[in-house]
């Protein structure tokens, strides 16, 4: 069975930094795209960053860029999103995805999700 598990979430202030992980089991996602997405209450699930699967190339939304960072670590199974710089806007439930590199961008298709971390930024 293929699991997304994220963690790493929590309350922070404004201007503070959170580090989420998202380990993933049941097959190895070594020569897929991962990726991470957001969802605020009341708003669409929206694009945060995207990582190829060697980890040479990252992508990201215009409103993290600079102060988020997408990683990864094959070995481990394992990608990460660092967020330095959290503003309040910031707060939203984090998913994870993996698949091809289109459908972690865009959210659609043939894609796995984890059931999401929350963070929560208050100013």
């Known amino acids: 069975q293929v699991q997304l598990v994220e963690s790493g979430g929590g309350s922070v202030q404004a201007g503070g930094s959170l580090r989420l992980s998202c380990a993933a089991s049941?097959?190895?996602?070594?020569?897929?795209?991962m990726g991470w997405f957001r969802q605020a209450p009341g708003k669409e699930r929206e694009f945060i960053a995207a990582?190829?699967?060697?980890?040479?190339?990252?992508l990201y939304a215009d409103s993290v860029k600079g102060r988020f960072t997408i990683s990864r670590d094959n070995a481990k199974n394992m990608v990460y999103l660092q967020m330095n710089s959290l503003k309040a806007e910031d707060t939203a439930v984090y998913y994870c995805?993996?698949?091809?590199?289109?459908?972690?961008?865009?959210?659609?298709?043939?894609?796995?999700w984890g059931q999401g971390t929350q963070v929560t930024v208050s100013s």
């Open positions: 049941g097959r190895t996602f070594s020569t897929d795209a």
């Open positions: 990582i190829n699967w060697t980890g040479a190339n990252t």
């Open positions: 995805n993996a698949g091809k590199l289109r459908p972690v961008v865009t959210g659609i298709g043939s894609i796995y």
